[in-house]
């Protein structure tokens, strides 16, 4: 996905400074290692055993519930709303959203403002 995101990036022009062309980069960057931290911690305490009974990241059941557990759980998400917003952000996918849309409804939403103030006017 970084790499990705990396070729993808790479040919735009540099318009703005450094986080304005790689910012979506990182984003994605810093995703991915908040959302693989969760699994990763999985695979070391409990099918590795390493610092197994004081590091455990829930007592019972399957949902975390230790400071470790929750914070890695919180990583998870806000990882995955990273990745949502740098992925947009490389795609360009929001501005070809609001493109569509506009073709979509027409010159209809840009008028139709104006006109319900001018009817609130008189």
Request: aromatic content about 14%; hydrophobic content about 50%.
């Amino acid at each position: 996905m970084v790499q990705f995101c990396y070729h993808k990036v790479a040919p735009r022009p540099k318009a703005g400074g450094h986080w304005q062309k790689w910012g979506p980069v990182w984003l994605v960057l810093l995703a991915t290692v908040l959302t693989m931290a969760q699994p990763l911690a999985v695979l070391f305490i409990y099918v590795g055993e390493v610092g197994y009974p004081e590091h455990k990241m829930w007592t019972s059941g399957w949902f975390p519930n230790t400071p470790l557990g929750i914070t890695l759980y919180l990583f998870k998400w806000l990882g995955m709303v990273l990745l949502i917003v740098g992925v947009f952000q490389v795609t360009q996918l929001h501005v070809k959203i609001r493109k569509r849309w506009r073709q979509i409804r027409g010159e209809r939403d840009a008028v139709a403002p104006a006109a319900a103030e001018e009817e609130c006017t008189s």
